[in-house]
């Protein structure tokens, strides 16, 4: 992903503070999401990155609740279940008048609630009083908004910046103004419910008197307005509330429900299908998984797309999104200030202030090598999974436009492999997944010249190739068919001629500028294994390699393995350990027959999943080997959730059962399929299967897992391939 401030040639996040020091409380909803520290208030020390976001832009920097005077006592405080509501729990401490203790501390208790919907923050606080006596409080909130754009949150140093409006206050009601330089009106609209006693600047007071046993409520919306955006009136804090519960409820009712013999597995599955829910914006064109929160709330191609595929088998309706999404933004022309060729699939979109005057590259940015591939293989994939051929025609000549791009400015010096070099003077260096600055180099540690071919694009590339041919079978066109199919043979041919290493065991990273390999081992080369371009030889090769100490931790395998020249197990991607990557690797190790190594892989991120908070798999961690007594070891500035770590798991469990899907085919494969011994059974429930369901019980043995239809609806084939 692009990081913010540049570094050499990096877009890069600084970091000041880890933010596992503030333990943030994330809600989110379309392109709104908020960090609030654990007492529910926002206080921008640190990193700096608390506040309530809307479209890249801090609406709020700054909440705090008061009574008489001082902070609340926390008691405690959780994101609930469905990832739409933060509650957290209050006490006063002992509140003192001329030197005596008026209120012991414990008397009043303070409920505070706050979710998000159509672009406002809503907060209900309720005060209840548990003492003997009637007490007078004076409560307080104090507000402030920097309408700070989020490339400066992450650390861009801007040399100018708007015009802030001063304040307005009115009986109900806080107005915070600015006007950015891209023109644009933004307004803080902050109302309060029942009337504050008074104003002081930007800090609201009530003078509350509370009779034993007696409750007092306090409502407070904020809305994110932005000139010449049409939103509807604010709603009150129950209509919101209900309207948000209905939308996840909607989003959720027609996915797979999955549940096990163990609870902390479940746990963590629950956790994950919640945040896929929380990322998940409803765009025109569909539901889209943002990539992650703080710093990518917003479309990215090439996580979309894998997130989308790690989580088809359960919702294919995610990767209908991703796919409409991604064909009606694909660039239609070459603009190098945004590295945008004909064909070519999105790397991100942004709508904040800094997007908007050019500042930053990200308004509608291209620079990606991999996402134009997965896109062609995810639109194979979903048509396997549902059938859907209508869909596939509208998005037909995407297809064909994104597999002309692979062949001519993918390949733009026709030597068969597709590379990258930005045109950007802005844009990002490394191109790939991993797009550090410093990711991609040869065995010595020097950095790879440009134009470079990566590994696993070629992997995309030849799955793309495969899954069109599929698609043009389909739609009727056998000719083309053929041409890609064979296409694809020779790209394999060619790969495991300039690729494969057998000193490090894997495929090279990549082929520099110059076509020299880089030989480093790294986790790029199991994405290999999960698109089929490798030889079932040096899979096997691999399966030992991945598995070996220089890889894996036992939480994960590593991005670069132990011994390599810039391994840093603290570093973004020189050594840590990314969920999604893993996943990746365990689908490709199952596919090859290695479903034991792939269980393992599974086995060491559920066990990473039972230290970290909310049983929720951060972007990535730190890649230190597993120590006896201790848990994995928290990346300072890491996403937390992001879409690609939670889908994870979904993908890990199908990559262990071996499961299929084949719509067309009215058919459920399960190819050898395990279980690891801690998960004694699973049941799918509503796997649909186009206008079809089943539910399915599977049960772990020794060798193997037993598979019963418990109930179907439709003609779907359940089959098992011991």
Known sequence: MSDSIRIGDQWYVAATAARAEESPQVVKSDDTFALFNRFGDIQTWGTGEQGLYHEDTRFLSHLSLGINGVRPMFLGATVKEGNNLLIVELMNPDLMVDGRVAVPKGEVHIFRAKLLWDGACYEHIRLSHHGLEPIRLEVSMRFEADFVDLFEVRGAVRDKRGERMAP???????????????????????????????????????AIDLQPHQDVHLYCTVCCEIEGQTRSAPLDYDTAYHCNSEAREKMQSTQCRIETSNPLMDLWLDRSSSDLAMLTSDLATGPYPYAGVPWYSTTFGRDGLITAREYLWVDPSLARGVLACLAATQATMEEPERDAEPG????????????HTGEVPFGRYYGTVDATPLFVALAGAYYRRTGDLDFIRAIWPNVLAALNWIDHYGDCDGDGFVEYARRSKQGLVQQGWKDSHDSIFHADGRMADAPIALCEVQAY??????????????????????????????????????????????????????????????????????????????????????????????????????????????????????????????????????????????????????????????????????????????????????????????????????????????????????????????????????????????????????????????QIAVRVDV
């Not at 806080?174 to 891209?182: C, T």
């Not at 307004?187 to 029942?194: F, M, T």
């Not at 699939?345 to 709508?351: D, G, M, N, T, V």
């Open 168 to 206: 307005e206050t009115h009986r109900d009601e806080l107005v915070f103004g600015y006007r950015g330089l891209d023109n644009r009106h933004r307004a803080s609209r902050i109302r309060l419910s029942p009337d504050p006693t008074m104003w002081t600047g930007s800090e609201a007071r009530y």
């Open 344 to 355: 070519k699939i999105l790397h991100e979109a942004r709508k904040c202030e800094m997007a």
């Open 461 to 714: 590339v030849y799955e793309a190739k495969q899954m069109a041919a599929h698609l043009a079978a389909a739609l009727n066109e056998a000719a083309f068919a053929s041409k890609l199919l064979e296409e694809a043979s020779t790209l394999k041919q060619k790969f495991q001629a300039q690729f494969w290493c057998e000193e490090i065991g894997c495929y090279a990273v990549a082929l520099d500028g110059h076509k020299k390999p880089c030989r480093v081992a790294t986790s790029n080369a199991g994405h290999a294994l999960w698109t089929g371009i490798a030889s079932r030889e040096h899979a096997a090769r691999m399966a030992e390699t991945f598995i070996g100490a220089k890889f894996f931790t036992g939480w994960g395998i590593r991005t670069v393995a132990t011994g390599q020249a810039r391994y840093n197990p603290m570093s973004y991607h020189n050594g840590s350990i990314w969920p999604h990557d893993n996943a990746l690797i365990a689908a490709g190790l199952a596919h090859y027959g290695h479903t034991e190594a792939s269980m393992r892989i599974l086995s060491g991120l559920f066990d990473a999943s039972l230290h970290f908070n909310q049983h929720r798999l951060p972007e990535l961690f730190c890649g230190f080997p597993r120590r006896e007594g201790e848990g994995p070891t928290l990346y300072p500035v890491a996403c937390s959730p992001q879409a690609w770590a939670a889908a994870a798991v979904f993908a890990m469990l199908q990559s262990c059962l071996g499961l299929e899907i084949d719509a067309p085919g009215a058919a459920i494969s399960f190819h050898a399929p395990r279980l690891p011994e801690y998960i004694q059974w699973v049941q799918l429930r509503d796997l649909r299967v186009g206008a079809g369901s089943v539910d399915l019980l599977l049960q772990r043995y020794d060798n193997n897992v037993g598979v019963e239809v418990t109930r179907k609806k439709g």
